[in-house]
């Protein structure tokens, strides 16, 4: 049972337009919901990560919006860079004593043409 | 500071054998979690210890097994390899904001 459901599978993107990846997810324990950026051969490196009592975090081009009552949250980059090209994973945490455990989504690959 | 540091970062094994993998956290995190990645399932939570205390385990086999030191360091530990074992292992520390930052990982691969 996949707990965070993640979209697209892969995403294509000119220089500088927009990019958006989706997740969603069923339970509503968590409270804790991180954006990770992987290159190939490396691990992921958390970009950008957010909290229900916000509706939206921006940090420098990546922005989070999320929607509370629709269980569902998403990541834009702006002015996508070709250096933006990666893997993309959306998570999920509850509180208390499951920190380290996070659910994560089936990633995105994105592809930025110049 | 130094990261997360994993070792080794590639290994070779055959079936039926088993291997020791090992995670230094970041200095002053205290809870090291693993995790697996495969092209198929993506990324899956092994288990995660706090203060040489196992808080949480995923849904793996009793093949793996982890530990952790009083130094806050980690190893797991799987035995008895399988085909479908090979992945990459992904070690993450957090502090006390629950931020998890991971290691480059330990590629496996069973033949």
């Known amino acids: 049972q996949q707990q965070v459901k993640q979209s697209p599978q892969s995403l294509i993107v000119q220089k500088g337009g927009i990019s958006i990846i989706n997740c969603a997810y069923e339970?509503?324990?968590?409270?804790?919901f991180p954006w990770y950026q992987q290159f190939p051969g490396k691990g992921p490196a958390l970009l950008i990560a957010?909290?229900?009592?916000?509706s939206e975090k921006k940090e420098g081009r990546f922005t989070i919006s999320f929607n509370k009552s629709a269980k569902q949250f998403s990541l834009h980059i702006m002015d996508s860079q070709p250096g933006d090209s990666a893997t993309y994973f959306c998570?999920?945490?509850?509180?208390?004593?499951?920190?380290?455990?996070?659910?994560f989504g089936r990633g995105t690959q994105l592809t930025v043409w110049p | 500071k130094a990261g997360v540091t994993q070792t080794p970062r590639y290994l070779i094994k055959t079936r039926g054998q088993q291997v020791t993998l090992s995670c230094s956290p970041i200095?002053?995190?205290?809870?090291v979690s693993w995790y697996q990645q495969t092209p198929g399932q993506g990324l899956q939570f092994l288990f995660e210890?706090?203060?040489?205390?196992?808080?949480n385990k995923g849904n793996f086999p009793g093949r793996f097994s982890g530990r952790q030191f009083s130094n806050s360091r980690s190893e797991m530990n799987v035995s008895t390899l399988e085909l479908g074992d090979s992945a990459l292992y992904l070690c993450?520390?957090?502090?006390?904001?629950?931020?998890?930052?991971f290691g480059e990982g330990s590629r496996l691969t069973v033949l």
């Open positions: 200095s002053g995190h205290r809870s």
């Open positions: 210890y706090f203060s040489e205390t196992q808080r």
């Open positions: 993450a520390s957090s502090h006390l904001t629950g931020e998890l930052f």
């Open positions: 957010i909290r229900p009592d916000v």
């Open positions: 998570a999920a945490r509850g509180g208390g004593s499951t920190l380290g455990r996070l659910y």
């Open positions: 339970n509503t324990a968590f409270d804790y």
